[in-house]
């Protein structure tokens, strides 16, 4: 087995796994948190504590995706409607009943000293393993200069995270808002705060659509709207190059929970491999519930072992070099793409994709049996025309019809004319076929010799190989 | 007049509870979202009017239902009785790529069936051009699948077509002959109506039996579209046909579509096995028949049937008889039929009796359905068109006979196919009667 717990995030906070719920609906009380660490979660992060507010109904809505539920999601609500009384007390009886899972206080009060100190010896009195500073939150809460209005301003973010310094005993985390130019900025505030992690990514500001009866986008308060916060599967792209920028910035890195579409263990070891030391959930568990994680602990497990990674730090950012400037990019490596035609079923997708969203070197020209590469003997238009009053489709009835209906001709299950061809010269390797091809492993992309050395647009313009410049007269 | 004239029947309805139960709206969306969008497509290859299938299928998923019907309806104008009664396994549906991934292939007819019922539900309209503004008069003889998409392009592109029909509703076999199970009477004349909406005017009682009367027709119009159909069905040739209790399966069929028969008991003896035989017999057992034997001269593997109906009649109760043949009817003083039977065997593509193997069966009705016979006489007589193997000869590319003013479709020239193959002839004689017409007045 290899070990999937985590120990000293941040400093000191240990938990069973890395899988955390995110500060949102499911841990609004201890009660959830505490059916969810008996369905297996690692952590939970509290619903944001601090003055109660009140909220709206309706507060959530989703953009579906081809007839499936839930691609993004959006939320209007804002941080707990439960006094911090009762949030502490049922924090404090979960850390009785739960000593080693963590429990981070998720924090957003008015930007003054007092009241940041208040709370931050309040809930580590509770029993809060770390704090979680919200500087993110996008909606209502901003508009009263918290949440992502700290977030926004590298300033306000740095000086509230030296407050909470100056009492906080336990890690604390500054979470960051995505809807900013460049995250590091506040992440490296943060670090000059003294912050002693980061949880990113928060929600991103979003409309998720109208409503084309009423007009009026979703969800709908009393027929208005207000922007809202995004998330769920549709914003991981986006949280993971959030997560890469600041993780490869000396200035910002700091241990980082990982946060942004996060629905799987595949999810949670992208965001491992880009130098998360924990990840945190919340839209697929509004989804589908606390069970999510078994499979995620486990999935997890299963990979690393087959990996050969005993711990999480084996292979913690081990993907964050392989990001770079594109610069830095090998302009003289080629792949192109190769159909394979025993796989093909023939929707000739690639064709068309490539032929009016690419560069137009995947043809349907095929006539004979197996060839790659070469151009065949193409029947003429007036044999084309012959051939197609020769061949007017009629239902076949009789069983030889049948018969011939269902038959192809060439070696391939699907018929050799339906079977697109790669014109490997004009192929430019852009991997969109291989993308918008519904078979697994039909088109790969194969490397080709360019017998070139690898060279980069630095090096070329720069100098630093032996390449000269192009004569241009 | 209106073409929509059958009473609702809530016990027919009941008894033929549809085999494919129309899909909610968000099943449709789900199933639009699994087709590919294939470029292409094979399955709009595979049928005969040449659907766009993808584009439909598209708008589905969009929810631009009106948009998907008009697509439907573009290329065939029966596209709500095709959805139903087209044999799509081995038409769009069999040609789907899901099936070389070995997954289920789309729901292509179901999704059609949605898009064209939505249509109807919301009374919608096919736009076509102002009546008259091509100069071009046609007559379609009987009112069957070929004829009213004869009919319906005509008119769609703005010439006038009449169609002319012996009986009292119009369809052909989509009113009288599809299982109800799969497209009901009144579906097909909600259809029709439409049709009748786009400017089709229609002549109901009016049979075309003589010269005078094909003389009259070619006086008042330019073309003359023959969607005949077939006519009566075969006879067995035994002894003892005429008996009551004999009647043939289009009749049986047509019967309880309208109303006419309303209940069966006892054991009935369905005699064929091409694709109207096995409908005979599902509906037998639907009406009521305890015992339902079809009576086949060869072997399971030879049937005519397609194979996915032969596997339903099995689920509706159908017990088969294979090669045994009747060879005479006769009744007993109760008024039960007996039908006595040989075995046979088949040497050298002949059916020879095998001695000793005679079975009388004790039945209430006997069904024949062995196929229906040519009524092409008048035609060829007449009208100087060739007529072979009982089919009016035609440029399949355009319908045109070797009379230059007459043209045919549908069943009168293929021996009897599906409906979707009637509607592609018909709506090929349609636009080959425009062009020339075209070329004529220009």
């Known amino acids: ?473 | 007049m209106s073409t929509t004239t059958l009473p609702d029947d809530p016990q027919l309805r009941e008894r033929f509870t549809e085999l494919k139960p129309p899909l909610t709206p968000q099943a449709a969306t789900i199933e639009a979202n699994r087709c590919l969008y294939c470029f292409d497509a094979p399955c709009t290859v595979a049928c005969p009017t040449h659907i766009d299938v993808p584009g439909f299928i598209k708008r589905i998923a969009s929810g631009n239902l009106r948009g998907s019907a008009m697509r439907i309806l573009d290329a065939n104008i029966l596209g709500g009785s095709c959805s139903r009664a087209c044999p799509v396994d081995i038409l769009c549906e069999g040609a789907c790529v899901m099936h070389k991934q070995g997954r289920h292939p789309i729901r292509i007819g179901q999704l059609q069936r949605h898009a064209i019922d939505a249509f109807h539900d919301a009374g919608g309209d096919v736009q076509t051009a102002p009546r008259g503004s091509r100069h071009v008069r046609v007559a379609c003889i009987g009112a069957g699948p070929a004829s009213l998409a004869c009919a319906a392009e005509l008119c769609r592109q703005g010439a006038k077509a009449t169609v002319v029909e012996r009986r009292a509703l119009p369809g052909g076999l989509n009113t009288y002959g599809v299982a109800e199970y799969k497209l009901r009477a009144a579906e097909s004349l909600r259809e029709i109506e439409m049709i009748r909406r786009m400017g089709v005017e229609f002549r109901f009682g009016a049979g075309i039996e003589s010269a005078e009367d094909l003389k009259e027709l070619e006086s008042e119009f330019d073309f003359i579209f023959l969607g005949l159909g077939l006519g009566a069905m075969q006879q067995l040739n035994i002894p003892g046909e005429e008996s009551e209790g004999v009647m043939n399966a289009l009749e049986l069929i047509a019967g309880y579509k309208t109303g006419r028969i309303r209940e069966l008991a006892g054991t009935v003896v369905v005699v064929g096995a091409g694709n109207t035989a096995i409908d005979a017999a599902n509906a037998a057992r639907r009406l009521g028949a305890e015992t339902v034997y079809l009576l086949y001269r060869r072997g399971e593997r030879d049937i005519p049937a397609f194979e996915s109906e032969y596997e339903h009649s099995k689920v509706e109760g159908v017990q088969f008889l294979w090669r045994r043949q009747p060879m005479a009817i006769r009744a007993d003083a109760h008024g039960v039929l007996l039908l006595d039977t040989v075995q046979v065997r088949e040497v050298d593509k002949e059916l020879v009796p095998i001695p000793d193997s005679k079975l009388t069966i004790a039945c209430h009705l006997v069904v024949p359905a062995i196929g229906q016979s040519p009524i092409t006489d008048l035609m060829r007589d007449f009208c100087r068109i060739e007529v072979r193997d009982g089919q009016i000869v035609i440029d399949h590319a355009t319908g045109q006979t070797g009379n230059p003013r007459y043209f045919a479709g549908g069943d009168c020239t293929n021996g009897g196919r599906e409906v979707v193959d009637a509607v592609a002839d018909g709506k090929r004689s349609a636009l080959a009667m425009l062009k020339i017409a075209e070329a004529m007045y220009v």
């Open chain 1, 1 to 473: 087995m290899s070990d999937i717990r985590v120990r000293g995030f941040a400093g000191s906070i240990n938990s069973p796994n890395p899988f955390w719920l995110a500060s949102a609906p499911p841990t609004n009380c201890g009660e959830q948190i505490m059916r969810a660490f008996d369905a297996g979660w690692g952590g939970a992060v509290w619903k944001t504590i601090g003055e109660p507010v009140t909220n709206v109904s309706s507060r959530y809505s989703a953009t579906d995706w081809n007839g499936l539920r839930i691609m993004g999601f959006n939320n209007i609500e804002l941080i707990s409607d439960r006094s911090v009384e009762d949030n502490l007390r049922e924090m404090a009886e979960v850390k009785k009943r739960y000593p080693h899972h963590a429990v981070i206080a998720s924090l957003m009060v008015a930007s003054n000293r007092e009241a940041w100190h208040e709370i931050v010896m309040r809930s580590e009195d509770a029993g809060a393993d770390g704090l979680e500073l919200n500087f993110g939150c996008p909606h209502g809460m901003s508009e009263r200069g918290m949440g992502s209005a700290v977030g926004q301003v590298p300033e306000y973010a740095e000086m509230i995270t030296a407050w909470v310094k100056e009492k906080a005993r336990t890690p604390v985390l500054v979470k960051l808002t995505p809807n900013i130019t460049d995250i590091r900025t506040v992440a490296r505030a943060a670090k000059r705060g003294g912050a002693d992690g980061l949880s990113a990514i928060n929600t991103i500001n979003s409309i998720t659509g109208i409503d084309l009866d009423t007009l009026v986008p979703r969800p709908n308060v009393d027929g208005k709207t207000s922007h809202g916060g995004y998330c769920g599967p549709a914003v991981k792209p986006i949280a993971l190059n959030m997560v890469q920028q600041v993780m490869a910035d000396p200035e910002s890195a700091l241990p980082l929970s990982g946060i942004g579409g996060i629905e799987t263990w595949r999810d949670a070891a992208e965001f491992i491999l880009l130098g998360c030391g924990t990840v945190q959930v919340c839209t697929a568990v509004m989804h589908y519930g606390y069970r999510i994680v078994e499979d995620m602990a486990e999935g997890l497990e299963s990979w690393m072992r087959s990996k050969k990674f005993d711990r999480i730090e084996d292979f913690r950012g081990l993907s964050l070099n392989r990001v770079t400037d594109w610069k830095n990019l090998n302009l003289n490596y080629k792949i192109v793409a190769r159909i394979d035609e025993s796989k093909c079923i023939g929707c000739d997708l690639c064709h068309i994709a490539c032929w009016d969203g690419a560069h137009q070197c995947i043809h349907l020209d095929r006539v004979t049996g197996p060839v790659n590469g070469h151009v065949e003997l193409h029947p003429t238009p007036a044999q084309n025309e012959a051939h197609s009053r020769a061949s007017i489709t009629v239902t076949p009835v009789t069983r030889k019809e049948r018969a011939a209906a269902g038959a192809t001709h060439g070696p391939y299950m699907t018929p050799i004319d339906r079977i697109p061809r790669v014109d490997e010269t004009e192929c430019v390797g852009c991997n969109l076929c291989s993308l918008v091809c519904p078979v697994d492993q039909c088109i790969t992309m194969v490397r080709v010799d360019s017998g070139v050395p690898a060279e980069t647009w630095e090096e070329r313009t720069h100098g630093l190989s032996c390449a000269v410049e192009p004569h241009r007269s």
